[in-house]
């Protein structure tokens, strides 16, 4: 009888537990820039590399589950970035961590063979899913998985159609609607890959600019089982997010001026909440100079020292650090 009852005791501990880590509440912070082109060094003394890099370092360091996202347009904004096909940048983005950057209408400006270039030198992911080549394949990975401790995350990339019309992708690659193929990957990823929450990284914007358009309102009313949608292209700044058909959508302004944070509630592996979304202005105290100087040194004092040393506000800018 001792024994049985030692049974039952154990079976309820187990079966408490289990309910317990079922029941568990989790929570992923999602760090978001959008449209940063090229803004290497602060703009009206906001933004920069090294103020972003110094936040979402301070964010890292309190937050377990952490994703940091771009929402495209690396590309195309100034003249140190553009004369070294936006690498500077990228070598930023690589040291601060970001998992993943859609592709925007301004990777395109220098054609294919400088995207393949940058893709090559960057640790983090591009991603699209409705850009392909001649064989219908997507030229970057069209999305990832992302597994934290108690539940699991897909991401997936989505480029605006009019690419075709604002940038120089040329004729060998195909872009196909973005509606159709946002449907496609969120079905993959919840069906194929079990995604718990999944995360739509578009470069569409939420302001309509043509008649034939699709925005990332339109996209969240077509589709559903999208639980965020991080948002660029219309360099819109939401405080806080813009709810369309029970997706949450957010996008940070521009130049890396503001990082939008959004704190995801989760339990039983479903969203349940998404609480203290806003945009940080990054007015930290940050050691931006040895930043500089580590990431883009090259670059920057080749610019510098090189041929072209008579552009004043790039060279008052040096530091003193280029020799």
């Known amino acids: 009888m001792k024994n049985i009852f030692t049974i039952i005791l154990i079976s309820l501990l187990f079966t408490g537990c289990a309910i317990s880590e079922k029941s568990k509440t989790h929570e992923l912070v999602i760090l978001h820039t959008n449209d940063h082109?090229?803004?290497?060094?602060?703009?009206?003394?906001?933004?920069?590399?090294?103020?972003?890099?110094?936040y979402i370092n301070s964010v890292k360091s309190t937050s377990s589950n952490l994703l940091i996202l771009d929402a495209g347009d690396m590309n195309t904004g100034s003249v140190v970035s553009d004369m070294f096909d936006a690498l500077p940048d990228i070598e930023a983005y690589n040291?601060?961590?970001?998992?993943?950057?859609?592709?925007?209408?301004?990777?395109?400006?220098?054609?294919?063979?400088?995207?393949?270039?940058q893709i090559k030198h960057s640790k983090f992911k591009w991603l699209s899913a409705n850009v392909l080549d001649q064989n219908k394949t997507p030229i970057v990975d069209p999305f990832i998985i992302r597994?934290?401790?108690?539940?699991?995350?897909?991401?997936?990339?989505?480029t605006t159609l009019q690419t075709k019309s604002s940038s120089?992708?040329?004729?060998?690659?195909?872009?196909?609607?973005?509606?159709?193929?946002?449907?496609?990957?969120?079905?993959?990823l919840k069906d194929t890959y079990k995604a718990d929450i999944?995360?739509?990284?578009?470069?569409?914007?939420?302001?309509?600019?043509?008649?034939?358009q699709i925005t990332s309102i339109m996209l969240a009313k077509a589709t559903s089982g999208i639980d965020l949608i991080v948002d660029g292209h219309s360099h819109t700044k939401f405080q806080t997010p813009l709810y369309v058909n029970q997706t949450a959508i957010v996008s940070?302004?521009?130049?890396?001026?503001?990082?939008?944070?959004?704190?995801?509630?989760?339990?039983?592996?479903?969203?349940?909440?998404?609480?203290?979304?806003?945009?940080?202005w990054q007015c930290v105290d940050v050691k931006h100079?040895?930043?500089?100087?580590?990431?883009?040194?090259?670059?920057?004092?080749?610019?510098?020292?090189?041929?072209?040393?008579?552009?004043?506000?790039?060279?008052?800018r040096s530091y003193g650090f280029c020799r």
Request: net charge positive; hydrophobic share 40%; proline share 3%.
């Open 37 to 54: 082109h090229g803004a290497i060094l602060p703009i009206n003394s906001k933004g920069g590399l090294a103020q972003r890099s110094t």
């Open 95 to 117: 040291a601060i961590g970001y998992d993943a950057v859609t592709l925007g209408n301004h990777e395109f400006d220098g054609g294919y063979q400088k995207l393949l270039k």
């Open 147 to 158: 597994d934290f401790d108690g539940f699991r995350v897909g991401v997936f990339g989505i």
């Open 168 to 188: 120089s992708p040329g004729s060998e690659l195909i872009f196909e609607n973005e509606i159709s193929s946002a449907k496609k990957y969120i079905k993959i």
């Open 198 to 212: 999944i995360i739509a990284l578009t470069h569409l914007g939420s302001d309509k600019e043509s008649p034939e």
């Open 252 to 280: 940070a302004n521009e130049w890396g001026k503001y990082v939008g944070k959004a704190k995801l509630i989760i339990k039983d592996k479903k969203l349940v909440d998404i609480f203290n979304l806003f945009v940080v």
């Open 289 to 316: 100079l040895a930043f500089i100087k580590v990431v883009v040194h090259g670059f920057y004092c080749s610019f510098i020292n090189g041929p072209i040393t008579a552009n004043l506000e790039f060279k008052h």
